[in-house]
T-cell receptor, first 113, second 116 residues
């Protein structure tokens, strides 16, 4: 089956780095996404990584992929209070001409000033 | 460049009623997916429309149905509403022709549905 697991909560101090981890069960996904959700809002696309890559850097964001262990992580450098939100990892699974996203329960990131 | 827009933003219904939610995709997108997000949970895939046909479906009963129009906009219909249908309903659009594996999904702000 397609399952995604994330730790529920992470607390960091402003200026520190945050690392949010994700494990998934089905390795057939081609793209793996990270989304951010602020209270009462929809999902904001942060970044993604293609399954044949190990790492992708996008400004303050670094994504690491260990396909053998089915482990994905998102590192946020110089974390700010505005980064406080829920973060979802979402592998994409292809079928029926396009792809669907499978989400875990998300990680609540709390940034202390 | 308008992003994904959903209407209405909030809706209150009673058990047994029927509801229709609407979604306009981001300009240039041709595929619409619907997700249900219960409180404290991650979004769950309901179904996806491309070329006016349902292409994939998640583990949702037939009470959930949809439609895609020639202008790529979409509707989600839910019949015989249950208390458990209370959730945030998210629409996402993407550009299928971006590649054989489909494009990146961009989300709207959702419709908050409350069932009394």
């Amino acid at each position: 089956g397609e399952d995604v697991e994330q730790s529920l909560f992470l607390s960091v101090r402003e200026g520190d780095s945050s690392v949010i981890n994700c494990t998934y069960t089905d390795s057939s996904s081609t793209y793996l996404y990270w989304y951010k959700q602020e209270p009462g809002a929809g999902l904001q696309l942060l970044t993604y990584i293609f399954s044949n890559m190990d790492m992708k850097q996008d400004q303050r964001l670094t994504v690491l992929l260990n396909k053998k262990d089915k482990h994905l992580s998102l590192r946020i450098a110089d974390t700010q209070t505005g980064d406080s939100a829920i973060y979802f990892c979402a592998p994409a699974f292809y079928g029926g001409a396009t792809n669907k996203l499978i989400f875990g329960t998300g990680t609540l990131l709390a940034v202390q000033p | 460049d308008a992003g994904v827009t959903q209407s209405p933003t909030h809706l209150i219904k009673t058990r047994g009623q029927q509801v229709t939610l609407r979604c306009s995709p981001k300009s240039g997108h041709d595929t619409v997916s619907w997700y249900q997000q219960a409180l404290g949970q991650g979004p769950q895939f309901i179904f996806q429309y491309y070329e006016e046909e349902e292409r994939q479906r998640g583990n949702f009963p037939d009470r959930f149905s949809g439609h895609q129009f020639p202008n790529y906009s979409s509707e989600l219909n839910v019949n015989a509403l249950l208390l458990g249908d209370s959730a945030l309903y998210l629409c996402a659009s993407s550009y299928r022709r971006a590649g054989a594996r489909g494009g990146t999904q961009h989300f709207g702000d959702g419709t908050r549905l409350s069932i009394l």
